[in-house]
């Protein structure tokens, strides 16, 4: 069956990038085109993060240095949360301060307990550049918060402090996949 809404149906499976790939710490620029080139991103973005199993993936990820991000997300409630933001601003992150398991596919198969408030809320634009605004609680807030910081070039290690992130460290130095920070 075929249902052209789904979003990813159309998209290209693009490669992650991974911890020490400097796209990973640089700020996305603007997006300032909302035409069909933005669209393909946000498609293949979809196709990306379903791919890898993940629940949320910026633009970043997939090496391009640009304000999106898209999600397939469920809250503590279990209600699922699908869409994507361009541009987003982060307008709300509040509530209590919750430490729950993180991870990211840009550091595959890691994860730490990492600190998150449990309410926020995004606004930005949509692919064809209408006004959006997207509310999250609990793991959805997490969500949110993880990918609007990929687009300022942080990643939830940064977030980490003393045993928390001196083991992170050494699990990424054991890691398959990693490759030494350029300059390091
Ligand atoms: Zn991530």
Not at 64 to 91: A, I, K, Q, S, T
Not at 149 to 163: E, I, Q, S, V
Request: with cysteine; glycine share 12%; proline share 7%.
């Amino acid at each position: 069956m075929r249902n052209a809404s789904i979003p990813g149906t159309h998209g290209r499976v693009r490669p992650l990038t991974l911890l020490g790939d400097p796209v990973l710490r640089t700020p996305g620029a603007e997006v300032t085109a909302f035409g069909p080139e933005l669209a393909a991103l946000v498609e293949d973005l979809f196709a990306t993060m379903y791919a890898a199993r993940g629940v949320g993936l910026a633009a970043s990820q997939v090496g391009v240095g640009l304000r999106v991000f898209v999600y397939d997300c469920p809250d503590d409630e279990d209600v699922r949360h699908l869409g994507h933001v361009v541009n987003p601003r982060l307008v709300e992150a509040d509530g209590v301060v919750v430490r729950g398991p993180e991870g990211c596919l840009s550091l595959p198969g890691l994860e730490a307990g990492t600190e998150r408030f449990d309410h926020a809320v995004v606004e930005g634009r949509t692919v064809t550049g209408e006004p959006v605004t997207v509310h999250g609680t609990g793991f959805f807030a997490r969500c949110l918060q993880h990918e609007y910081d990929h687009l300022d070039g942080k990643l939830y290690a940064d977030r980490l402090r003393g045993l928390r992130h001196r083991r992170l460290m050494r699990q990424v130095a054991r890691a398959s996949w990693n490759r030494p920070e350029p300059g390091a």
